[in-house]
């Protein structure tokens, strides 16, 4: 199965659209067969999602998201995993062993710019603050 890590320096980022990038890992029978990063392809909506989708991962993991997200990740048939942290190896064994779970988002929503945000500038983002 394909999974997809909102990543910041190998530490899972509290909120997926802001992260730098994402690390993508294809696990098989309880091994890690592939790890790849991509860099952040920018904060529109229903962006990231789409990229996730076309990368083939089945399922997103970040410390948050709002629900608008979610949504969007559950119409491509994603399952969301909120509330991770931790670095990215230790994502991985619980995901081996298990004992991944799920729990509350804990981004904050609007909480400022980050690097998807910032590639993205439209004429309808003149004057206007960005908020989740």
Known sequence: MI???????GQVCPHFGRAPEFT????EDNK????????????????IPKFINE???KCMI?????HRAIQFFHDYGIEVIMGASGSIEEIIQK????TLEGGE????PGGGKGYGVDKIHTEADEGHHHVH
Do not use: E, F
């Not at 999974?3 to 910041?8: E, L, N």
């Not at 860099?39 to 229903?46: A, F, K, L, R």
């Not at 995901?95 to 298990?98: E, K, L, S, T």
């Open 3 to 9: 999974y997809a890590i909102s990543t910041d320096a």
């Open 24 to 27: 993508i890992i294809t696990i």
């Open 32 to 47: 890690l067969i592939d790890k790849k990063i991509y860099q952040n392809p920018g904060h529109q909506v229903g962006s």
């Open 55 to 57: 990368i083939g991962a």
């Open 62 to 66: 970040t410390g948050g998201m709002g």
């Open 95 to 98: 995901i081996i062993a298990g």
């Open 105 to 108: 988002s804990i981004c904050t």
